[in-house]
């Protein structure tokens, strides 16, 4: 047979108790041919070769959770042929066989059907009130001091800025580091997810584009719906002697969200940076009149 008829759990049935009892204690003449050791021994020796198998309950009366997990064990008869094991049920996962006249009783009570419970459960209990109901781990006080500790080594013997330690991109790679380490049991080595900087900067064009292509129907939209605000921004290195001008949009989404995209970040190279500067260079432009005049009417302006 390809299928198999499986029992409803609509009918008054007697306890179902795990098979430990020998053969003689079975009702039927096939069932004495097996015991549940017997059964779990098959099913873990036969998990490649698929000569026994555990087969789903594909009755449309089932009530259950039990049988997420638990089918029934079957004997391969030919390719893709199996014959139920009358009066057993199997755990998929470990295998684990009880006996089976009718009754979950006890199979709702197995290890790995209560772990799916509670990991069902764990998801939907993960709402945005629960995330911050949710008691996170206390982080130990020498934990932190370690941190500090190399925090103040690091800025100080790389001679960077302390205020790098806040910085939302240096913040953002702890936490993904921290995302991946939690998938593995033993320590990384970090070298392995550490990139080179001229991979960096190998990839700077490749994520640029990728995040322009993302962008662009985000933005379209905005634009299209009135309620995209572009802004530039100018500032200097004092320290440098450079000036930059950048490009900020902003808008609100349809679910009420403030998002900020910097568009782009580039040297400046005007005669003079500043406000009045932009505007007097762009009015002259447009009455073709000399750049340099429009320094000198800048310098005067400025002095005012």
Request: proline content about 4%.
């Amino acid at each position: 047979m390809s299928g198999f008829d499986s029992d409803s759990e609509n009918k008054p049935l007697p306890t179902m108790k795990e098979l430990n009892a020998s053969p003689s204690s079975s009702s039927t003449s096939q069932k004495e041919h097996y015991q549940t050791q017997e059964i779990e021994k098959l099913l873990r020796m036969s998990v490649k070769s698929k000569q026994y198998v555990v087969k789903k309950n594909s009755s449309q009366l089932i009530k259950s959770d039990a049988w997420s997990k638990f089918g029934f064990p079957a004997k391969q008869r030919s390719e893709n042929v199996y014959d139920i094991i009358p009066g057993f049920v199997s755990c998929s996962d470990c295998f684990r066989t009880l006996v089976y006249d009718g009754s979950t009783k006890y199979m709702i009570k197995h290890k790995c059907v209560v772990a799916a419970a509670a990991a069902t459960e764990l998801v939907v209990n993960t709402g945005t009130m629960d995330n911050y109901l949710l008691k996170k781990p206390v982080i130990q006080k020498q934990d932190k001091e370690k941190m500090k500790e190399k925090f103040v080594i690091w800025s100080c013997s790389s001679i960077r800025p302390f205020s790098i330690i806040e910085d939302p991109g240096f913040i953002d790679i702890l936490n993904e580091a921290i995302k991946i380490g939690q998938k593995y049991s033993g320590p990384i080595d970090v070298q392995e997810l550490v990139v080179s900087a001229k991979t960096v900067g190998n990839n700077v064009a490749v994520m640029a584009e990728k995040y322009r292509n993302l962008l662009k129907p985000i933005l379209e939209k905005q634009a299209d719906d009135g309620c995209l605000c572009i802004a530039p921004d100018l500032w200097t290195d004092k320290h440098r002697k450079i000036a930059y001008i950048g490009i900020t949009c902003t808008f609100v989404t349809d679910k009420f969200n403030l998002e900020t995209i910097d568009l782009c970040c580039a040297e400046y190279d005007e005669h003079d940076k500043t406000g009045t500067s932009v505007y007097l260079t762009k009015s002259t432009k447009e009455k073709e009149l000399e750049t340099t005049t429009a320094a000198a009417t800048t310098t005067t302006v400025s002095k005012k």
